[in-house]
Nanobody
Framework: QVQLVESGGGLVQPGGSLRLSCAAS????????MGWYRQAPGNQRELVAH???????NYADSVKGRFTISRDYAQNTVYQQMNSLKPEDTAVYYC???????????WGQGTQVTVSS
């Protein structure tokens, strides 16, 4: 089992910044991919960004140039720095860890990000 604990959501004005954190604990295999997904009301959950244990990152087109994902491999933690936030970034953000060898994945409980003036 793997547990994911997220933090860092909140309310911010358009153009502002937030930093999300997600710490993983439990049975963590070294080869993995950690990242963030989001779900706005009425929409499906979508990928925001993820980073593999090998250092490969991938971003949704809508956040490229504004969001940066990073990892602390020693602490099994993933961060997402979100700059130039827009109202359309408003959603519940979920941390995810995926293990390509076993195909198992786990989700955090979600953290609300609201961008509004």
């Amino acid at each position: 089992q793997v547990q994911l604990v997220e933090s860092g959501g909140g309310l911010v004005q358009p153009g502002g910044s937030l930093r999300l954190s997600c710490a993983a604990s439990g049975s963590i295999v070294s080869i993995n991919r950690m990242g963030w997904y989001r779900q706005a009301p009425g929409n499906q959950r979508e990928l925001v960004a993820h980073a593999t244990s090998g250092g490969i990152t991938n971003y949704a087109d809508s956040v490229k140039g504004r969001f940066t994902i990073s990892r602390d491999y020693a602490q099994n933690t993933v961060y997402q720095q979100m700059n130039s936030l827009k109202p359309e970034d408003t959603a519940v953000y979920y941390c995810n860890i995926h293990f390509p060898v076993t195909l198992r994945e786990y989700w955090g409980q979600g953290t609300q990000v609201t961008v509004s003036s």
